[in-house]
Nanobody, 115 residues
Framework: QVQLVESGGGLVQTGGSLRLSCAAS????????LGWYRQAPGKQRDLVAT???????NYVDSVKGRFTISRDNAKNTVYLQMNSLKPEDTALYYC?????????WGQGTQVTEYL
């Protein structure tokens, strides 16, 4: 199995930046893709960005040009650089791993914007 631990969330003023990190451990050779999802209060969990083991990247339209996903294979870590944050970006952000076709989730890290 694989374990995921997120960090980097916090309180940030609208227009500011944050970088989320997700460290993977365990049977990491089975990870096909890593990604970030978010869930706002009362809403479903939605895709933010993914990066495959081959480096293919996908973003939801609402974050294109503002967020950047990247991975450091040596550190088994995936990052989400978030710039120009908006109030609608406020959510609990989850790291996700596609591990042999199975979804594995981290515990989540809260991102909250304020005006």
């Amino acid at each position: 199995q694989v374990q995921l631990v997120e960090s980097g969330g916090g309180l940030v003023q609208t227009g500011g930046s944050l970088r989320l990190s997700c460290a993977a451990s365990g049977s990491i050779s089975g990870i096909n893709a890593l990604g970030w999802y978010r869930q706002a209060p009362g809403k479903q969990r939605d895709l933010v960005a993914t990066i495959t083991s081959g480096g293919t990247i996908n973003y939801v339209d609402s974050v294109k040009g503002r967020f950047t996903i990247s991975r450091d294979n040596a550190k088994n870590t995936v990052y989400l650089q978030m710039n120009s944050l908006k109030p609608e970006d406020t959510a609990l952000y989850y790291c996700n791993a596609d591990w042999y076709g199975y979804d594995t989730w981290g515990q989540g890290t809260q991102v909250t914007e304020y005006l």
